[in-house]
């Protein structure tokens, strides 16, 4: 959570304490984006939360993400932190099923599976900063769980 956290910012607030609803920062538009890093069909120009809300997302945001991550790994091999920076990843990316980071996890290739981090780099077909410096941490924290 606390990566996660880093990296999506509780962004938005506005003078008086409520949050509103942002256009992605790599495309400027869909998805639109509330607290850390909400999206889905509840969110929409206009869109308003407390902290409160964000916050409950947020919890609800992860345990769903985590819980695609329980299925996409079936029983392979993972440790605690590989477990954590896949949710990560997969909470900034909706990919954890189609990512040959994925597969080759489950075939116990740690090491090319850390190097899969870097390649999601990109929002609205260019490489964010922000992106890079985060699958960096995802991949170390990765690596640190073998």
């Known amino acids: 959570m606390a990566l ?3 990296f999506e910012g509780c962004a938005q607030r506005r003078p008086d304490g409520l949050y509103q609803a ?8 869909d998805p639109w984006t509330i607290g850390w890093g909400a999206t889905g069909n509840d969110v929409r120009p206009g869109t308003v939360w407390t902290r409160q809300q ?6 609800e945001d992860i345990a769903r993400h985590a819980m695609d991550v329980k299925r996409a790994l079936g029983d392979c091999q993972t440790s605690q932190e590989q477990f954590d920076a896949l949710v990560s990843f997969h909470f900034n990316t ?6 040959t980071l994925t597969k080759l996890h489950c075939r116990g290739e740690f ?8 390649k999601w780099r990109y929002a609205g077909g260019r490489v964010l900063e922000g992106l890079v410096r985060r699958r960096r941490e995802e991949a170390e924290l990765y690596r640190s769980g073998r």
């Open 94 to 99: 909706g990919a954890i099923g189609r990512a």
């Open 54 to 59: 964000c916050d409950q997302r947020l919890e």
């Open 22 to 29: 942002y256009p992605d920062p790599g495309t400027g538009g």
């Open 4 to 6: 996660i956290k880093r």
């Open 111 to 118: 090491n090319l599976a850390a190097a899969e981090f870097g």
